[in-house]
Every structure is written in C-alpha cells, then in structure tokens.
C-alpha cells in the first residue's frame, strides 16, 4: 500500500512538471522544424540556441519558450511562433515560418 501511494506521488510529480515546464511534447529544444517543402528549417538546440536554414543560408539565433509561445530571435529580428496542439509550429501568417512541422 504504501508503495502505490509513493507511485502515485511520483507519476502526479512528473505530471505538474509536464504541464509547468512545457517539456512533455510541447517543448522545442531537441526537436527540428521544417515547412512543406523542406526550403526552411529550425533546429532548436538546448541552451536557448537555435539555427535556422532558409534555402543556402544558415543562420544562428536564439530562441525562449514560455508555455506555447516561442520567441526566435536571428540577427536582432524576432519572429512568433506557437507550438500547436498536433506539435507543428505556426508563425505569422504572412511570412515564411507561417507553418512547420515536427519532423524529429
């Protein structure tokens, strides 16, 4: 009995982590995006370093997550994006990170 409750404690702990850190599914860092036709690309590193691929061009930003909500910052511009509930990201609609998917 006093096992299952130990169990128990462990599996809600894990649980409200889950949920307050976003790291469950919903966390970027370890995971790369990429649009439908494979042109652009984000890879987010651990540390808050992200680097992104658009075409030839390469470059290094940095990125923060709060929630959902990841601001990618690459040369001083900061671009939006939200982690969507299938885990593709979605950026301004009018721009060239409007729509990525997970694909590692």
Wanted: aromatic share 2%.
């Amino acid at each position: 009995m006093k096992a299952a409750i130990q169990n128990g404690i462990a599996a809600a702990a894990v649980a409200l982590v889950c949920i307050s850190a976003a790291a469950c599914g919903s966390g970027v860092s370890g995971h790369t995006y990429q649009d439908s036709d494979g042109m652009v690309k984000i890879e987010f590193d651990s540390g808050g370093k992200a680097v992104t691929t658009m075409g030839p061009i390469t470059a290094n930003c940095t990125y923060k997550q709060s929630s959902n909500q990841v601001s990618l910052t690459c040369a001083d511009q900061t671009t939006q994006l939200t982690v969507n509930s299938d885990g593709s990201l979605s950026g301004p609609a009018d721009g060239m990170l409007n729509h990525m998917t997970r694909v590692k």
